[in-house]
């Protein structure tokens, strides 16, 4: 399925229904008074997230969600029948903002949360309401109040403990492939990754994270070149950021880090700050005695001071090192409640 992460949408809440004007018309009651009931109130339009929905792509098709409109009021006092709220269900990790505005509403970050996103009108009067002592057969009721209208756009943001980062063609979804379940499209050639994929890690038994591979990025991404800006929103929630560098013989790991660090210092100032390892990927395409070697000045070039993985995703060399590395890491991040928020 194609992977949709925006869309906008109309909601549009149930009027209230009108208050009735009616009075009583009973045998042996020559006088009956006002009897008109209220109107019912209009439904609400509420967005709830829910973990079997995983894409945005149905609101491709669906943009418009109107909810029932409440009944007007009825003689003998009978009140009319409130409209049923409309439930719209959309993926876990939606942002929802204000189209006219940006503000944003809500962030629906965990299953069964719900956010109201247009209120139902409320219920009109009828002119029983209104018989007082000196209006003993009102004649006017009042008419229910319009229900809500807005447009929105919806934004999702995958919700993974660790997301991948590196240059196209770095092995991100060759890690992916190698130490989860998730299958995304391995080949040869720049941009094969074309959308978001979520992989469950499995630590052991009982000891899991959730990693998240997203197109690669390419110099200029920042300004709209390639494909990997538009889905780095998505990697703004993870606790901890893999940086995957090319180390076969024809790549070229220090152009290929700062070509990253300065994207994802124009994009977000803060996420370059997160914290990052290095993964040092493809070291199987070295040859073995100069290895050690190529990877330690790798390093010492970069002046970097955080941890240094040298791995081969495609062989699963080094992976289940990192893997439980990281779960570590994460475990420690839950401990101590140091989580990134986006």
């Not at 399925?1 to 109309?10: C, L, S």
């Not at 995983?54 to 009319?80: M, P, Q, W, Y």
């Not at 990697?235 to 790991?253: C, F, K």
């Amino acid at each position: 399925m194609k992977f949709i992460d925006e869309a906008t949408i109309e909601v549009r809440a149930g009027d209230g229904g009108g208050g009735a004007v009616s009075f009583r018309r009973e045998k042996y009651i020559p006088f009956g008074g006002p009897d008109g009931g209220d109107g019912g109130d209009g439904g609400s339009v509420y967005l709830e997230a829910d973990s079997a929905v995983n894409t945005l792509v149905d609101f491709r098709h669906s943009r418009k969600f109107i909810a029932e409109r409440g009944e007007n009021g009825k003689g003998r006092n009978c009140t009319g029948k409130s409209g049923d709220d409309l439930v719209v269900k959309v993926p876990v990790g939606t942002l929802v903002y204000e189209e006219d505005t940006d503000e944003l509403i809500g962030d629906l970050v965990r299953a069964g949360q719900r956010l109201i996103v247009a209120r139902g009108g409320f219920h009109g009067l009828g002119n029983a309401r209104f018989k007082s002592s000196t209006n003993r057969t009102p004649r006017q009721s009042k008419p229910g109040t319009p229900g809500e209208k807005r447009h929105l756009r919806l934004e999702m943001k995958l919700l993974a403990d660790v997301g991948l980062l590196g240059m196209p063609n770095a092995g991100k979804s060759t890690l992916i492939t190698a130490v989860s379940s998730a299958r995304p499209k391995v080949a040869d050639y720049p941009f094969t990754t074309l959308y978001p994929n979520l992989g469950v890690v499995r630590a052991s038994a009982h000891r899991s994270f959730v990693m998240a591979d997203v197109p690669g990025l390419i110099e200029g991404a920042a300004q709209g070149a390639g494909l990997g800006i538009q889905f780095l929103k998505h990697l703004s929630r993870t606790h901890l950021l893999l940086h995957l560098v090319d180390m076969g013989p024809i790549g070229d790991p220090l152009t290929d880090v700062a070509t990253i660090v300065e994207e994802l210092q124009a994009f977000d100032k803060d996420m370059a700050l997160r914290e990052r390892w290095l993964v040092l990927n493809k070291t199987d395409l070295l040859p073995e005695d100069e290895r050690e070697q190529r990877c330690r000045e790798v390093v010492e070039a970069l002046h970097w001071s955080g941890p240094v993985f040298e791995i081969s995703a495609l062989a699963r060399k080094g992976t289940d090192a990192l893997v439980h590395a990281v779960m570590d890491f994460i475990e420690q991040q839950q401990m101590t409640g140091n989580t990134q928020d986006g």
